[in-house]
């Protein structure tokens, strides 16, 4: 389901309450790649109406989710299951940020193992003997002061982590999208156009002020990296708005033929 | 309302729809120790009873949230502010990933700048001419697949990086040399400016054009993040190259009158 050629891992809810709750996390898996949930014991038993209503057309994670009686059971098939809990438990189990679990998991399923991200109900969280089932606790970085975190959104950070660490650098295949900057001479062009329409219309003084000023424009131009079509765009501002001086000064020159003439 | 020491970023909800999403917005920007929410629009008015339900005690953002009634209004005292997108829109503004947006607007609140994060309505997202007023796009790597992301999931993994940014490095000063970028109000003064100037020299044309060529400028002129005393020069600019028209009306006025007199 994923476009990354890697197998995600799976997302475990242990007795999960909300309806609306598992079919927002279907929902967010979708966002993600992630495509393979398992439910142990939800409350209200499975399926649900409302989960579907909540997955906004992610029904393919609703549609393939496995239902279990036991945690056990629901992670038997794989090799690295980590437990995402608001706050570090005392337990002598690794703890992690969702980003270091990602790359261990990524890691895990470049050589082929199936992993898994176990999370607890709504209320309760995960029971220290469901945590130790696994090989390390994922804690999202939540400031103390207010800790109650949805589990969907727990879901979508570990989700998110997981696929950002999989994506090899997204920004290149955004910059195909990106005109590239115009080249200097093209700057020089406008640099030089700006600047002697300015002269014309006398910006420019004290003379001696001249050239901290021409460097000035020079750099917050440059700083803006404008392309090629946007150079253009900016000498046509330019032209535009010095073109009433070359009016005036032909329609003086015009006038006064007349009167002279 | 952060244990950072760190001015967080405020979010901007551009025409939010539902009120369980702002009030999910809310409880998410609690978990990350955000709290400056701004509503511009909210289709339903606001209060919305639905959101505090759904805030799950996260009240406070929500009694503090601001209500506007323009966009420019909501980001006017802010100095860096990313649009966030589904999907890389055709701007000539830089695309970030939310961890380097978040980088970002650390070392800008560190340099003491108010800094903001601008989210799109549930069903259209942002416009072009709202994306215009930001200095960038954040775009979230989502599955091409499935790209309905939930606006609190949305949040919650900008204001999560944001967080971890912070928890990650202590704070290294901006360059200090570097002068603060001009605020946004100063901005649309100067597009304003712009636009009035060239819309008397018949830049735009044909009319229908306009909105576009506007939304191009605003871009590119963004992009340079210009300082006040940038956008003072860029005005006397304007100003300088504007005058010849005005001389011009005055002095064929003058010598029509002349002439008729």
């Known amino acids: 389901m994923s476009d990354t050629d890697l197998a995600a891992p799976c997302v475990i809810l242990n007795e999960p309450q909300l309806a609306e709750n598992i079919g927002a996390v279907g929902r967010v898996m979708a966002n993600f790649g992630l495509s393979d949930l398992r439910l142990v014991r939800p409350r209200d038993g499975w399926p649900q109406e409302r989960a579907w209503a909540s997955a906004s057309g992610a029904d393919w994670t609703l549609n393939d989710a496995k239902v279990f009686e036991r945690l056990e059971d629901a992670i038997a098939d794989l090799r690295l299951v980590y437990a995402t809990t608001a706050r570090p438990r005392e337990t002598q189990l690794p703890v992690l940020t969702p980003r270091e679990a990602a790359a261990e998991l990524n890691a895990a399923s470049a050589a082929g193992w199936p992993t898994g ?4 109900g709504e209320r ?3 029971e220290t003997h469901d945590i130790a089932l696994c090989h390390g606790i994922v804690t999202i970085p939540i400031d103390p002061k207010f800790r109650s975190l949805n589990l969907a959104q727990a879901v979508a950070i570990n989700a998110y982590e997981w696929r950002q660490t999989v994506l090899d650098r997204p920004r290149e295949a ?3 999208n990106v005109a590239p900057p115009a080249d200097q001479a093209s700057m020089a ?10 002269e014309a219309a006398g910006f420019f003084h004290p003379p001696d002020k001249k050239p901290s000023m021409v460097k000035n424009l020079r750099v917050a131009l440059n700083r803006a990296r404008l392309t090629e079509q946007e150079v253009r ?3 046509g501002v ?4 010095s073109k009433g001086r070359g009016r005036v000064l ?9 009167r002279g003439g």
């Open 124 to 126: 309760a969280g995960l």
């Open 250 to 258: 032909a329609n003086l020159a015009a006038q006064k033929a007349e």
């Open 117 to 120: 991200l176990l999370f607890g």
């Open 189 to 198: 062009g406008l640099h030089a156009h700006l600047e002697t329409e300015l």
């Open 233 to 235: 765009t900016f000498r």
């Open 174 to 176: 955004f910059a195909a």
């Open 238 to 241: 330019v032209t535009a708005l």
